[in-house]
């Protein structure tokens, strides 16, 4: 079925593209839009970094689909055609900034409602009821729009860590093609095979050092796929459980609702972005299981290794449970039940310690006045809870970058310290780091 040189080209497109971007990152971005990222409230990096990795998984995959395009049957070419549309918004929004999570939302159900028109193709049952929906179209249509934005934008907010959408992705792809292998599918079994080549490009710049990242047109343009090789899947076999399959998408759509009701409860917009994910909450931990003071630069990539486990169970069930409704309905069930325990039981943890004494004392006094220093106005004290921090930002000249360093009132300890090319960049990842350490 597959040509072993076409999955070595798509991978080498993935990367190839991936590369250029790193070596010249402001080929499609600006210096100053990378920068503004690191202030982001839901930022984990420390350095600009251009965010067009999904241009080279989507390029590559377009790539393998156009050498198998005889292979690929009409309803899976144009339903994962039809994800242009999102693809585009995504890469508007990585590039200019400009893309309200709203009109990114509407996107993804533009491009599915678009695929659904092209091809006719609907969820017909979640395998629950034989051909539930079959008979009712408005309620297919619905599931099926909510199936597909659903996942895009699922799969656009659990890409916080490196590594982690990448890692979720192709274990997604390694299931849709397992179960497509039962099923006869060879076209889904192809473009699955292809997405994972393709993401693999992009996993070996993401992860562990984080070069590259997705960005909005990949998240959603991943998604976008992914959700459609589901859909393809329980719309042409009737023995695939709708549930099943949901198992295979249960991490990122999982994580999204918990987000949604989670932020209903505590009355804050839904479409706004914060730092309370589970993969957040896995970076948080790793500090405290190993009794550090601070996080270290390792952290990220390990987190996604530890989340590992956690993506890969539910998807291995849906591919065990394929044909079997009742059993995945109670696995989707479970699952869901300890999602939702865990993250109660981690959100307590956290609340209940805090990082105490810094280990690194440095004597050099903030207040201290340096010949030729340009201080920035953003420097003083800051208070929060009770703790305060003397924050210096200052640079020895206007031709260098800004030096910020944040200190624990009274005792000196430096607990941040780092260079940026303007203060403000420097004062927004000091409030950024102050706060994910009283979360912590």
């Known amino acids: 079925m597959f040509e072993p040189w076409i999955l070595l080209a798509t991978f080498l497109t993935s990367l190839a ?18 920068e503004r990222d690191l202030g982001a409230r839901q930022a984990t990096h420390t350095r600009p970094t251009p965010r067009v990795g999904g241009i080279g998984i989507i390029v590559a995959l ?28 995504g890469l508007r929004e990585d590039i200019h900034r400009n893309v309200s999570p709203r009109a990114r939302l509407l996107a993804a159900f533009a491009a599915a409602a678009l695929a659904i028109a092209l091809t006719r193709t609907v969820v017909p049952d979640l395998g629950l ?20 934005a659903g996942t895009c934008h699922a799969l656009n907010l659990i890409d916080g860590l490196n590594g982690l959408s990448s890692l979720y992705s192709m274990s997604a792809a390694v299931g849709f093609f397992t179960i497509a292998s039962f099923t006869g599918d060879v076209d889904v079994q192809i473009v699955a095979g292809l997405l994972v080549s393709a993401m693999l490009g992009f996993f070996v710049l993401n992860w562990p050092f984080g070069r590259i990242f997705l960005g909005d047109a990949g998240a959603y343009g991943i998604g976008h796929v992914l959700a459609w090789l589901g859909i393809v899947l329980v719309a042409r076999n009737p023995s695939v459980a709708g549930m099943a399959v949901l198992l295979l998408l249960f991490w990122p759509v999982c994580d999204t609702l918990f987000s949604i009701l989670r932020r209903r409860m505590t009355r804050k917009a839904t479409d706004q972005p914060d730092r309370l994910h589970f993969h957040h909450l896995a970076v948080r931990a790793l500090p405290l299981l190993r009794k550090r003071s601070r ?3 390792f952290d990220n990539p390990l987190a996604s290794l530890l989340l590992l486990p956690f993506l890969g169970v539910p998807i291995l069930t849906g591919v065990l449970l394929w044909d079997q409704p009742i059993a995945a309905s109670f696995a989707l069930a479970l699952y869901i039940s300890l999602f939702a325990l865990g993250y109660v039981v981690a959100m307590k943890y956290f609340t209940s310690h805090r990082f105490r004494q810094p280990r690194r004392f440095v004597p050099l006094s ?11 106005p953003l420097s003083g004290t800051y208070t929060r809870d009770g703790e305060n921090f003397d924050v210096l930002i200052y640079r ?18 430096l607990i941040l310290y780092g260079k940026f090319r303007n203060d403000v960049i420097a004062y927004e990842h000091f409030l950024r780091d102050a706060e994910n350490a009283q979360a912590a």
């Open 62 to 89: 377009v790539f393998g689909c156009f050498y198998y395009a005889d292979q690929l049957s009409n309803d899976l070419l144009l339903s994962l055609a039809a994800g242009l549309i999102v693809f585009c918004v």
């Open 366 to 376: 903030l207040s201290r006045k340096i010949e030729g220093r340009q201080n920035s």
């Open 396 to 413: 020895d000249s206007p031709t260098v970058y800004w030096t910020l360093q944040a200190k624990a009132a009274g005792t000196g300890a």
């Open 17 to 34: 593209i991936g590369l250029l971007f790193i070596a010249w990152p402001g080929l499609l971005m600006s210096q100053e839009h990378m």
């Open 295 to 297: 996080r270290s630069q």
């Open 129 to 148: 009821v034989d051909n539930s929906l079959a008979y009712f179209v408005f309620p297919a249509i619905a599931i099926t729009l909510l199936w597909s």
